[in-house]
């Protein structure tokens, strides 16, 4: 029977009457749910259970909260001391000579040192000089190609700008003009400065004077065209600062040679030439040859002790 059924009753007044009733049943409706006074004890109980719990809830969210904010206070301390020293070290290593696993590792890029005045102004000047197109309808540049005429054949007559005279020196039509849209003028400036400053070696090449050469020669002229931008690539120099490794062990002869690229090309076309002859090449082979020709440049450039282009062990192959 429910506590509410025996209320109701009671209300009544049945309860002489059910007193022993009540009494014999009440034990028995106990199995199924408990009597009113003992529902008040433990609901009492009940309460004083819960807001315990409560209390210890509260203490175990309260001491969690703080313990997140030691946490996070620690985190920030490892943060802060960890940037101290990335700091310092960074620092530090710009004045130290680099080890070898940063030279010839990927993490070249991590100690980038700042730029003297000098390299600055040096590399502003030649990143000038290379963003110059070949223009043949400029008087300067057509004044460089019968330069470079002149130097490559003196004794010989000084042919229009659109001749089939321009094949003999490696250009591949009738028309120079038109070989000049990779490398631009700078790359006419490099074949210039090649016959001023090395003769011996650029008429050597330009004729093919040394060792065995293939039935299929590379043409002289647009192998310089190439060269030229070879470098131009294999140094970053389009990038405002180059940050490529070999880019920016350029930057370092700068300081010393101002002219250091076309100093640097002319070694570049040397070896070109050194390297077609070693593994006896063919025409269909330059572009191989051009890339083992970068490959050995870069080499080159870091190796220890090299602060100028005459420094490179193949700049003993020009010949004044």
């Known amino acids: 029977m429910s506590a509410g059924a025996l209320r109701s009753r009671l209300h009544h007044g049945h309860v002489g009457r059910m ?31 819960v807001q315990g719990d409560i209390c210890d809830e509260e203490r175990r969210n309260k001491h969690l909260h703080w313990l997140i904010l030691f ?31 940063i030279q010839n590792g990927s993490n070249w890029r991590l100690l980038e040192p700042a730029l003297g005045p000098l390299q600055e102004a040096r590399l502003r000047s030649l990143q ?38 321009w094949k003999d020196m490696g250009w591949q039509g009738q028309d120079p003009s038109t070989d000049f849209r990779g490398g631009g003028f700078i790359s006419l400036e490099n074949l210039i400065f090649f016959g001023t400053e090395y003769p011996q070696s650029f008429q050597r090449l330009l004729h093919k004077q040394d060792g065995k050469r293939s039935e299929w020669e590379y043409p002289f002229a647009v192998a310089g065209v190439n060269i030229s931008f070879m470098l131009l690539q294999m140094l970053d120099l389009e990038s405002e600062k180059p940050s490529s490794r070999a880019g920016r062990l350029f930057l370092e002869l700068l300081v010393e040679d101002e002219m250091a690229f076309d100093n640097l090309y002319c ?41 100028s282009v005459k420094d490179l062990p193949a700049y003993s192959l020009l010949k004044r």
């Open 267 to 307: 070694v570049a076309f040397q070896m070109l030439d050194a390297q077609w002859l070693e593994k006896q090449a063919t025409y269909m082979e330059f572009n191989e040859i051009l890339k083992s020709t970068r490959t050995q440049i870069e080499h080159e450039l870091s190796l220890s002790n090299v602060s």
């Open 71 to 101: 946490f996070n206070l620690i985190l920030e301390w490892i943060q802060w001391i960890a940037n101290i020293i990335l700091g310092s070290v960074l620092y530090i290593a710009q004045f130290l000579p680099l080890p070898g696993n």
């Open 128 to 165: 000038q000089r290379l963003g110059v197109p070949f223009d043949g309808s400029q008087l300067e540049h057509q004044d460089a190609l019968k330069q470079l005429w002149r130097l490559a054949y003196p004794n010989r007559e000084l042919p229009s700008l659109k001749s089939e005279l």
């Open 19 to 49: 007193r022993n009733e009540n009494y014999k049943m009440s034990g028995l409706d106990g199995l199924h749910e408990p009597l009113l006074g003992n529902h008040d004890y433990d609901g009492r109980h009940s309460e004083g259970k």
